[in-house]
């Protein structure tokens, strides 16, 4: 299950979320990953990195590319 995770987040670019968002997300992945290779990892490690990357996957945020978006704060 957690190789299908990465699976279905391999090839997400940063260049099209928002930075702390893609940041949350790219923490969670990296993790993911290291514990899908380390042989050693628990089922309970497993479960958390799967959670966290999941968390981070349905988080990020896509950046907007509409000229027209006044919600820039300014």
Do not use: H, I, P, R
């Not at 309970?44 to 988080?59: N, P, R, W």
Request: proline content about 0%; aromatic content about 10%; hydrophobic content about 35%.
């Amino acid at each position: 299950k957690l190789y299908a995770l990465l699976e279905q987040y391999d090839g997400y670019q940063a260049a099209d979320y928002t930075s702390d968002s893609w940041a949350a997300f790219k923490a969670a992945y990296e993790t993911a990953k290291a514990v899908y290779m380390n042989e050693q990892a628990t089922q309970d490690d497993v479960d958390k990195a799967m959670a966290s990357l999941e968390a981070t996957g349905k988080a990020l945020d896509k950046v907007s590319t509409d000229k027209t978006d006044s919600s820039s704060g300014e």
